[in-house]
């Protein structure tokens, strides 16, 4: 099963509005990434995240590797109609427990109508 | 285009038929992933390789599935005697690895099982 925790599970934005969304584990990270999500397509990579306390930006969007590695951030800042999608973030725990990346359940993010 | 390239996009099948699908990944990428997709959760973990050994695979991964690369270029993911259960989208991925290792999706196979 799923070992992260997304919250929320879905928001409503409006455009211009700024919004975060975060990931949460029991367990302890070494990488994190966030991915999004369009219908009938693959996931995004967005932004990627390998230092415990790191604060990466790519245009709008703002992620941060939580100090306790357990954590990570996702904002958005005046969104727009095109940020509507599914948001995944994936952790991978090191080479001990292999490659693989976990991912979080989603964080869907709809526009207020 | 060059990034991960999946096929078929689309895949309807009836119980009990087998399936193959192919997934070429970024031509310089000497890692490459599976993952399945059901509706309303992210993607799990079934299976790498690094170049055409493959080095994991998920207790997700029956015997019914069999992946491949065996020129660790292009890999196939077979599905044998497929069950209405085995509707997904499954989805491939490559990366360089190293230590900051990033993985690229491609659009995914949809399967559906009648």
Partial sequence: GQQLNQSPQSMFIQEGEDVSMNCTSSSIFNTWLWYKQDPGEGPVLLIALYKAGELTSNGRLTAQFGTTRKDSFLNISASIPSDVGIYFCAGRTGEAAGNKLTFGGGTRVLVKP | ????????????????????????????????????????????????FQNEAQLEKSRLLSDRFSAERPKGSFSTLEIQRTEQGDSAMYLCASSLGGGQEKLFFGSGTQLSVL
Avoid: A, M
Wanted: hydrophobic fraction near 20%; include cysteine; proline fraction near 6%.
């Fill in chain 2, 1 to 48: 285009d060059t990034g991960v390239s999946q096929d078929p996009r689309h895949k309807i099948t009836k119980r009990g038929q087998n399936v193959t699908f192919r997934c070429d990944p970024i031509s310089e990428h000497n890692r490459l992933y599976w993952y399945r997709q059901t509706l309303g959760q992210g993607p799990e973990f079934l299976t790498y």
